[in-house]
Structures are given as C-alpha cells and as structure tokens.
C-alpha cells in the first residue's frame, strides 16, 4: 500500500507564493506518474498538474499554466507544487495521487491509484 503525504499548504495572499510537497512511500516511486488536484467548496474535484516517473514530462491545467510548477525528486520519493501568482481562485483543498500505471500521464482522477489526505490552500484577495 502506499501512503502519501501533503505538505506545505497555508494562508496567502493574492499575488504570493506557496510550495507544496508530497512524501510518498512507494518503493518504485520514480515508476509513477504523480499528479496534484484540487477541490474547491461545493465544486467537484480538478486536475491541477502532473509529472511523468522520469519527470521529463509535465502536463498542466490551463487555469494554472505558466503560474504552477510540478517537479520531483527520485532520491526522496517526493513531487512538489510551486504555485506563483496566486488567486483567490486558487483557493481549494490540494491532493497529491499516485498512478502506477508505466507510461501515461494523465490528468483523468479515475487513473490515479493512490491519494494523499490534502492540505488547504488559502489566497485571500
């Protein structure tokens, strides 16, 4: 089983910065696509970015691009979020999955294995 861990969440203001992080203990961990998601109160659970095993790969929600940044680190089986520019509209609980599936990266939840318990992102305006 494979448990993972969210980090680094808090209260911001508009325009700030936050870094995430997800601990993971999976011992293939650099054979996983991770991916992070986001549910904002009363909306349904959204794609937010996701990284390949290898982490060459990264694929982006478009309400993010070029604000977030997903990265990884093999040796410490952990995937970070950096999150410039934020908004008010970023504001929602954020959760790190883990899909054990070799080869794909995919922004789809149902693909995703593993999750963590998340941790709230706040962005006051």
């Known amino acids: 089983q494979v448990q993972l861990v969210e980090s680094g969440g808090g209260l911001v203001q508009a325009g700030g910065s936050l870094s995430l992080s997800c601990a993971a203990s999976?011992?293939?961990?650099?054979?996983?696509?991770m991916g992070w998601f986001r549910q904002a109160p009363g909306k349904e659970r959204e794609f937010v970015a996701a990284?390949?095993?290898?982490?060459?790969?990264?694929f982006y929600a478009d309400s993010v691009k070029g604000r977030f940044t997903i990265s990884r680190d093999n040796a410490k089986n952990t995937v970070y979020l950096q999150m410039n520019s934020l908004k008010p509209e970023d504001t929602a609980v954020y959760y790190c999955?883990?899909?054990?599936?070799?080869?794909?990266?995919?922004?789809?939840?149902?693909?995703?294995?593993?999750w963590g318990q998340g941790t709230q992102v706040t962005v006051s305006s």
């Open positions: 990284i390949s095993g290898s982490g060459r790969s990264t």
């Open positions: 999976a011992r293939t961990f650099s054979t996983y696509t």
């Open positions: 999955a883990g899909d054990s599936t070799i080869g794909v990266v995919t922004k789809y939840s149902w693909e995703y294995d593993y």
